[in-house]
């Protein structure tokens, strides 16, 4: 029998660069989606100085009574409006420890974290690609103290609207969230474009 010949194999095409660029940024950004190589960008909890008006008002409200007793009363009636405002100071100081440590919050490249309560804890984290909208909001007296309120309206069903409370510096906070949600969202649309 004679042999048959064989046609040879056409040669195979060069990968085509764009497609290795493609594949390596879908690779990038899987890496970046990765809970493995999340980062972390800010941490912070609620100022003390959230507590100057409270305090404010704890101190004017002593010294109005103090005054007042001692003017139309004896001074042994001003000394007892101070124990008692000592005593009234107590409970504030309680509600600004739970104010400052029962609070943390922490946000990463991906997900924002919010920590509550001091002996038992519940976490609640929000992805970061399903936050629609930033705000911050400030009294005056947190313009002049420098604190206030960052507002994070997301699409999650559970978290709809997560407050970052008495925070020193709000605007940093906002533009970090601002920043890093867009650049995960993009991310996000790159890989469903693929």
Same mark, same amino acid.
């Given at each position: 029998?004679?042999?048959?010949? *064989?046609?040879?194999?056409?040669?195979?095409?060069p990968?085509?660069?764009?497609?290795?660029?493609?594949?390596?940024?879908?690779?990038?950004?899987?890496?970046?989606?990765?809970?493995?190589?999340?980062?972390?960008?800010?941490?912070?909890?609620?100022?003390?100085?959230? &507590?100057?008006?409270?305090?404010?008002?704890?101190?004017?409200?002593?010294?109005? !009574?103090?005054?007042?007793?001692?003017?139309?009363?004896?001074?042994? !009636?001003? &000394?007892?409006?101070?124990?008692?405002?000592? =005593?009234?100071?107590?409970?504030?100081?309680?509600?600004?420890?739970? @104010? *400052?440590?029962? &609070?943390?919050?922490?946000?990463?490249?991906? @997900?924002?974290f919010?920590?509550?309560?001091?002996?038992?804890?519940? #976490? %609640?984290?929000?992805?970061?690609?399903?936050?629609?909208?930033?705000?911050?909001?400030?009294t005056?007296?947190? @313009? #002049? &103290?420098? =604190?206030?309120?960052?507002?994070?309206?997301?699409? %999650?069903?559970?978290?709809?609207?997560?407050?970052? @409370? /008495? =925070?020193?510096?709000?605007e940093?906070?906002?533009? /970090?969230?601002?920043? /890093?949600?867009?650049?995960?969202?993009?991310?996000?649309?790159?890989?469903?474009?693929?």
């Amino acid at each position: 029998m004679a042999d048959i010949p *064989v046609a040879p194999k056409p040669p195979r095409p060069p990968p085509d660069p764009l497609d290795a660029t493609a594949r390596q940024n879908a690779a990038d950004t899987n890496s970046q989606l990765d809970p493995a190589t999340e980062k972390d960008l800010w941490q912070g909890r609620a100022s003390w100085k959230s &507590l100057y008006p409270l305090l404010a008002l704890w101190l004017v409200l002593v010294l109005a !009574a103090i005054i007042l007793l001692g003017l139309y009363s004896s001074g042994r !009636a001003a &000394l007892y409006a101070l124990y008692v405002g000592l =005593i009234l100071l107590a409970p504030l100081l309680v509600v600004g420890v739970l @104010r *400052v440590w029962g &609070l943390s919050y922490k946000l990463t490249t991906q @997900r924002l974290f919010i920590r509550r309560g001091i002996l038992t804890q519940t #976490v %609640d984290q929000t992805e970061l690609m399903r936050v629609d909208d930033v705000k911050i909001r400030q009294t005056l007296l947190e @313009r #002049v &103290l420098r =604190i206030g309120l960052v507002e994070v309206s997301s699409s %999650d069903r559970t978290d709809a609207k997560l407050s970052i @409370r /008495h =925070i020193d510096d709000p605007e940093t906070v906002a533009e /970090h969230v601002r920043r /890093h949600t867009r650049t995960v969202q993009r991310r996000t649309v790159f890989m469903e474009q693929l």
